[in-house]
């Protein structure tokens, strides 16, 4: 998988320079070089012969040290970084193997320098049992321990009551600017909250719900029932592809009938805003939220979906993606806000026996929770106006500002949009 990734970013690189035939052909050269001495070195750790290995590793690791293509391509250093750990770790292995444990350590050390991360895969690797009583190893496994998801999460600074930053957001409190949105998205005469939510009876939600027939599909039980059996639906009837972006309308209809007619799927996000016009669509408040990791260079997040109960006076964690929620140890659904609180304080959470991705893998609560939703479970951001096709490239639909909700002092500056430290404004009720 690391090595996909990392060919990956090389093909975009790839992509950016075509125009330049002597850059394109460098870049390939260099691609089929590095591969020749990856299956080299692959196919001989193979066959056990870890000897004969190491020379192929070594050339990898000399190509990606010497290299000057990188500075014709927009190729993250990080990802070079990464590719050269997972080569050093490799090596270790090798040298481990052979009974050089002083040239194991060596490279270990350097795997972990440029970013080695794989806890489990480290303390479990057969290859490493020489140096398992080595303290240097395990400084270096507790170096790695801390880089794990979990324990990032629950180092990051708590909320705190706060104001939201930028005078842009006042200019929303004013009500000349609310009346630029379309006359169908009607606010109350409650306080002015900062998230509203397109009402039902709009003519573009009606057709939602008409379409996909979602008052048999929630059917006759009570919210909780309904809100999951909505879940259901979206999960079975839209499949999810993480590397497709669907080019369609982001509405439900439109990503519903582009998966039907090309069999593709589409990415969580576009899984979350078909799933949210559902809600919305039954007179649900729901919000689609991206969740971030707190590594600025690390792109891949993840979407999901915060619903609203009246059921429970509180916004329930749902995601499409995995056919997913979370409750307590009573059997009660929790919040996203929840999950990570209880995340943080090693409380039990139990993940609903039903999630699963496209009803091919199921998803375990060490992997899905622990690992993969604490990474991406850092901050937070929702669009500011919940509605139907809420991110058209196509529509002249009026703008939705974001707002994101971030620990104290946490800087990424990869999302320039309003910001709030308090939890109390970004979850409040509807």
């Given amino acids: 998988m690391k090595k996909m990734r990392f060919w990956a970013v090389l093909a975009i690189g790839l992509m950016s320079v075509t125009s330049m035939k002597a850059q394109s052909q460098r870049m390939l050269g260099f691609q089929n070089e590095f591969s020749k001495y990856q299956t080299q070195y692959r196919d001989l750790l193979y066959c056990g012969k870890h000897k004969e290995a190491m020379a192929p590793l070594a050339s990898c690791i000399a190509i990606l040290d010497t290299t000057t293509i990188f500075k014709v391509a927009p190729i993250p250093e990080r990802a070079i970084m990464e590719q050269k750990g997972l080569l050093y770790y490799d090596q270790a292995c090798c040298y481990a193997l052979l009974g050089q444990k002083k040239q194991a350590l060596a490279a270990l050390e350097q795997s972990v320098l440029l970013g080695y991360k794989d806890y489990n895969n480290m303390v479990n690797d057969n290859d490493l049992v020489s140096l398992r009583k080595d303290k240097k190893y395990q400084a270096l496994l507790a170096q790695v321990n801390d880089r794990q998801p979990l324990s990032v999460l629950k180092k990051s600074a708590p909320y705190a009551k706060a104001a939201i930053e930028r005078e842009k957001n006042q200019a929303c409190l004013d009500s000349s600017k609310r009346e630029q949105f379309r006359p169908e998205v009607k606010e109350s005469a409650q306080q002015y909250s900062l998230f509203r939510y397109q009402p039902q009876e709009s003519y573009n939600l009606c057709m939602v719900r008409e379409y996909f027939k979602l008052d048999s599909v929630a059917g006759q039980g009570d919210e909780l029932s309904k809100i999951i059996n909505l879940l259901h639906f979206a999960h079975d009837n839209i499949r999810h592809d993480g590397g497709n972006h669907a080019f369609a309308e982001l509405d439900a209809i439109d990503l519903y009938n582009y998966y039907k007619t090309t069999g593709k799927g589409v990415n969580c996000r576009q899984l979350a805003i078909s799933l949210c016009e559902m809600y919305l669509s039954m007179g649900i408040p729901a919000r689609y939220v991206t969740c971030m990791p707190a590594d600025s260079l690390d792109y891949e997040c993840h979407v999901i979906n915060s619903v609203w109960s009246e059921q429970l006076q509180k916004w329930l964690y749902i995601d499409p993606t995995m056919d997913a929620w979370v409750t307590d140890e009573n059997g009660t659904m929790l919040s996203i806000a929840e999950v ?89 009720k509807p």
């Fill in 340 to 428: 990570r609180q209880r995340l943080i304080n090693d409380q039990p959470l139990v993940l609903c026996e039903t999630a699963n991705w496209n009803h091919e893998s199921q998803q375990t609560k060490e992997y899905y929770l622990e690992t993969y939703m604490a990474k991406n479970l850092y901050y937070f951001v929702c669009k500011k106006l919940n509605r139907f096709n809420p991110e058209s490239i196509y529509r002249n639909n009026a703008p939705a500002d974001d707002v994101r909700l971030i620990p104290v002092g946490f800087v990424n500056n990869n999302w320039k949009c309003d910001t709030t430290t308090d939890p109390e404004v970004f979850w409040a």
